[in-house]
């Protein structure tokens, strides 16, 4: 099985950028599709976008079309969600998962394993 490890998170002022990156081992990302959500609190965990085993197919939240881009690199292991123009309601806790068997990037449910999860913090 694989494991996930998110990093990058942090605080920001709004209208700022981060990273995120989600490192795969175990096994090698490229058999996974990907998945970031995020949790603020109080709230439900809430899809944020996906990429599908080679990068070809990505997926986006309308909360975060135009500002974040996802987007992997298999031969590092890694996939990174670029988050630009942040705003305050982008503060939550942000996992990656994984899944072997992609039926519905957007459901939750649907990922098979899953990071600690990295804290963003927009400040305004």
């Known amino acids: 099985q694989v494991q996930l490890v998110e990093s990058g998170g942090g605080v920001v002022q709004v209208g700022g950028s981060l990273r995120l990156s989600c490192a795969c081992s175990?096994?090698?990302?490229?058999?996974?599709?990907v998945g970031w959500f995020r949790q603020a609190p109080g709230k439900e965990r809430e899809f944020v976008s996906g990429t599908s085993y080679s990068g070809g197919s990505t997926y986006y939240a309308d909360s975060v079309k135009d500002r974040f881009t996802i987007s992997r690199d298999n031969a590092k292991d890694t996939v990174y969600l670029q988050m630009d123009s942040l705003k305050p309601e982008d503060t939550a806790v942000y996992y990656c998962?994984?899944?072997?068997?992609?039926?519905?990037?957007?459901?939750?449910?649907?990922?098979?394993?899953w990071g600690q999860g990295t804290q963003v913090t927009v400040s305004s």
């Open positions: 998962a994984a899944v072997s068997d992609p039926l519905d990037y957007y459901d939750s449910d649907s990922y098979d394993y």
């Open positions: 175990g096994r090698t990302c490229s058999e996974y599709g």
